[in-house]
DNA sequence: CATGAATGAGAGTTCATTCAT
DNA sequence: GATGAATGAACTCTCATTCAT
């Protein structure tokens, strides 16, 4: 495959990245992400062959641009409580965009394909968040900015409130000030203060 | 309506909610529920027009059978601890169970039908729920059973842990070990020994 | 399938019938059927699935109308060389027949479809044209008409030639003289008087 | 063309027989051979425009390849029923090779292309191949090996019986003992002492 | 009320064939 | 000469929906 079908390859799957967007996983065909790249309908089975499968490289690509993301602002020089912050509000960020989000198509997507555990995608990052939350948390109580006495629960927990305002979000609408609201209650109990 | 077509609604209805179960919502078709019912096609559009009306009507019904269960084991003689962990074990058994549930169904379905607050029926159960809660925590607060100081608030964050563990339970799989973990770790901040 | 459904059937049948017997098998396609019977593309489908079944069905009918020609016909009160010739003249008339023939749509099916010794049609009505000809033979053996020392393996010539013939008519084309010629050649080798 | 296409266009047949012997001739398509053959989709349009055209080809060399095999054996220095036997053995052999034979491929051919008299190649082997057995059989009968009012007749109807065979083996399935029996049945009529 | 045959739109998929490079 | 990406026609199959009985 030639420099010229990698660009195309690479196309498609911003292009179908867009039609995920908007109608999901399940109700996209291979009809709407031809129709989306304005190419011939054969044309696409030339680079993929189904929608699982180009929506499995989407997520590849959205999965090496957040991991991206994440390390450089991990990268800033600030304390635990500020990183702690920062990572929450990015979240919240994420979970109140209608637009431009591939959440639901990614749980549409992992309801149909119950992925074994190994490649669960999902699982991996949840469970990675989790240990960078602990490591944040960990630091937080040797700096004295927090107090907690059993910080993988707590990032766990925090995880698992996180996912329920993201699916709450999906489903029953969640507003920024109930983010805030859920937010400010995780930190209360962790601040030192309190 | 005569009685007769009532009881056949009901056989619909409670024949679809199966197939949903099985299926979840997008991929079920009339079709299924058709052959599910063993029906003519004509016959099922004389009492439903859509799956979607289907679902919907599925969900009434579902919701009228919780609710009573809910207030069943309510006006059980119990402490406040005793009824929340009733409820927590509740929840848990729900989320664990793979058949026989229309959680996948339900999160489809409204990730398709954005429905205006007013009707979002997942909303108003999940603020109900907000409710019996907090007023079973102030109760246990005021027993001495339980320490909080912000009660809807501790209500609130357990609803969206529950929330995180039931969608995490349908697409990167939870297993009964962590769903205790996270209910043992919400108990604990309440407890007034801990 | 009530009664009329019955009739589409046969019509059905009756139609792909003379699809198969100007196109072959391979090249019939649903659509091709769907046209030819004037029906919609998914109407063919409630009755059948594929060209394979249509075309198994076609056969059975084809099947059960011969069989009942060959009984007539041999019922008929008549030497055994009649009987005989009367076969060689009807089999030679059917291999002549370029028009309303399957003979070449069912080499193709038989091609693709190298069915199991026991469903294998062909061999079938092979194995049974073989035995009623020796037991034409061995009548006309007794009657003193004819002069043969391995009627079974007369028989089995004969059907091989017959074969060989029918499936020339198909690829080189064969004269109503030459396939005279052969049968003459058989019978006269048959003959007591030669 | 240069020496360099020609090797080519050779290569290309070569692969492409491979291909007929698998699949017959009706189901294969160009995008068939461009693979076997890995070329490129264009590159075999530069050499051919059309299965058709290949088969044709293929068949070309074919044909040389077994004049040249049959002459070979003719030359060996032997009775007439020695050879006569060779030439039936070949022939069985040829007719019982599931593998690496065109038969089936052939026949797929002629039924959709009724070549006219003189173009037919099916034809020109049979008459071919009727007057070599013509010459043996009259060479047995001279040197009192056989006995035979009607050499042209007996050599006609050897062939239709081996075509019979052919296209029985390929629809019916046939024995190495089917084969013999037949072979045999033929022979005997042939011999003197019988 | 109930049936189930019929329709036709639409999705998936494959390939012969072309054409810019 | 050679490549292989691109096109678009053609085919298979499935359903929501209608309608005569």
Known sequence: ?????????????ETARKVFVEKGFKKVTMKDIVEACDISRGGLYLYFESTSQIFQEVLKLETQQTDDLFSGSIKADATAADILLLFLREQKKELLRKQDTLTQAIYEFYFENQLPKRDNMLKKQFDSAVRIIEKLIETGVENGEFYCEDCVGCARNMMFVLEGLKISAQTMGVTSEMVDREILYMLKNLCVDE
Chains 1, 2, 3, 4 share one sequence.
């Open 1 to 13: 495959m030639g420099e010229k079908s990698i660009q195309k390859r690479k196309y498609i799957l």
